[in-house]
């Protein structure tokens, strides 16, 4: 299995990213962060600073697994304005897996052309932005090479959706088991 990239850039989604990469670690899976700032530490959009990995211009990113975009806002556009990770994830969508969520299916994957004629979603008030894709309102849209999320209450189902299209149903089934959380049931409150 490759190295699969998150990217972060400031004003990420904290709950985006963090759950993500928990999860995808949780479930044995090789997952890096990658700050496009030009500095290591990055502030996510409620003031919550991360350490990524490395830095984009110091990463090789040969025949990645995945790669995944957070949303937030402002992070979602400025990951947008990064042009080496729009030439990165261009070449991706030919022949590898890429996974967005919250904003950045609609303001990072859309204008570059990766969701035409594709299922996706994304966070309510984008749609509009993804005239070219085949919108659905639901928290997760899991394909074969595109995962999808709409926010932060689907960051849990949205990196088990990755680990599952990685690593098979039962290692998903594992890991949200083993962090209580139960996909068969959406009884949350009782």
């Known amino acids: 299995m490759n190295t699969s990239y998150i990217f972060l850039a400031t004003g990420f989604e904290e709950i985006e990213a963090i759950t993500v990469i928990d999860v995808m670690r949780r479930a044995g ?91 996706a979603t994304c966070y309510p008030g984008f749609e509009k932005d993804m005239a070219e894709a085949v919108v659905r309102d639901a928290p997760v849209i899991a394909l074969d090479r595109i995962i999808t999320a709409n926010g932060p209450s689907s960051a849990l189902r949205f990196a088990l959706a990755i680990v599952a299209n990685s690593m098979g149903e039962s290692v998903a089934q594992e890991v949200g088991s083993g962090m209580l959380f139960y996909p068969k049931s959406l009884n949350f409150y009782f």
């Open 29 to 119: 899976m090789d997952v890096k962060t990658v700050s496009i700032t030009g500095h290591r530490t990055v502030t996510g959009a409620h003031g919550v600073s991360v350490k990524a990995d490395s830095l984009y211009e110091e990463t090789d990113f040969i025949t990645p697994e995945w790669l995944i975009i957070p949303g937030g806002m402002p992070g979602a556009k400025n990951l947008a304005e990064f042009a080496p990770l729009n030439t990165l994830l261009t070449a991706q969508a030919l022949s590898g897996k890429i996974a967005a969520i919250c904003a950045a299916p609609a303001v990072v994957l859309a204008p570059l052309g990766i969701l035409k004629g594709v299922e």
